[in-house]
């Protein structure tokens, strides 16, 4: 019923930054979290950031500070501040609804020289 879509991916050098967005399409009532994970090839996914129909937000401890993430009823954006080449991964845009958890098709950032 929802689908969702990353955009803002691409390639930083270390320090640098990147905006990420993702936009939900067809039955986007009531996403009560959207937020992002993030995976490397060979790990399990990681919880990256999520943040309610309320604004109450959530960060892995390791990124506070350095990743923002915000939304309105139908989109949900990261800023990425001061990139690191650990953070290269694939991120994946994620949205909850009547206990169903939707995915984006992810979106690669590469942080590296």
């Known amino acids: 019923q929802v689908r969702l879509q990353e955009s803002g991916g691409g390639l930083a050098q270390p320090g640098g930054s990147l905006r990420l967005s993702c936009a939900a399409s067809g039955m986007t009532f009531g996403l009560q979290f959207m937020g992002w994970y993030r995976q490397v090839p060979g790990h399990q996914r990681e919880f990256v950031a999520r943040?309610?129909?309320?604004?109450n937000a959530n960060y892995a401890d390791s990124l506070k500070g350095r990743f923002t993430v915000s939304r309105d009823s139908t989109n949900v954006y990261l800023q990425m501040d001061n990139l690191r080449p650990e953070d290269t991964a694939v991120y994946y845009c994620h949205a909850v609804k009547r206990d169903i958890t939707y995915w984006g098709q992810g979106a690669q950032v590469t942080v590296s020289l």
């Open positions: 943040i309610s129909r309320g604004g």
